[in-house]
């Protein structure tokens, strides 16, 4: 998804894979998102490490939309988001940007790394007895996407 440039931080270029990870990201998030619609209490979208909200591709002039900003434009949204970031810069823009485009979407953000295991992070966050959560763990080597629940 192209986006203009909007003068906010966006950290470094990124390859044209970056495309395509979005891309699954985004049918998988959909499908999870539409899938347990009307199924749980709560449908939590986690993002360990969510970047700035926009990527520019390498060697060109593109600007893309991350997959937080990708994830908060879904048919069917999610209850809430949690927002991972290490770097503050990076989370300050992302921040701007996710008011921007879904002012009223239920959204925290943690500064660093959130989390040693997926239990603590749960409790830290009290989701629902009837929660379930999509987890995207990704970085430049390895994505990962994984769904818990509580029931």
């Known amino acids: 998804m192209d986006v203009d440039d909007d003068g906010l931080f966006r950290g470094k270029d990124v390859g044209k894979q ?13 499908l999870f998102s539409t899938g347990m619609k009307g199924k749980w209490d709560e449908r939590v979208y986690i ?4 970047g700035s909200g926009h990527s520019k ?16 434009a879904l048919e069917h949204p999610f209850d809430k988001y949690i927002f991972c970031e290490t770097n503050p810069k990076a989370l300050d823009a992302l ?4 008011e921007r485009a ?8 943690i500064e660093g790394i959130a989390i040693k295991t997926s239990a603590k992070f749960c409790l ?5 007895l009837r929660g ?3 987890y995207l763990c990704a970085s430049s080597t390895l994505t990962t996407l994984e769904s818990s629940s509580k029931r």
């Open 18 to 30: 970056a495309e395509e990870k979005h891309a699954i990201v985004s049918f998988y998030a959909k």
């Open 47 to 50: 993002e360990l490490y969510a």
């Open 57 to 72: 591709i390498r060697d060109t002039s593109r600007i893309i939309a991350g997959s937080p900003l990708q994830a908060l």
């Open 95 to 98: 921040r701007a940007r996710v």
């Open 102 to 109: 879904a002012p009223s979407a239920n959204v925290s953000y």
């Open 124 to 128: 830290r966050f009290r989701l629902t």
């Open 132 to 134: 379930i959560a999509f």
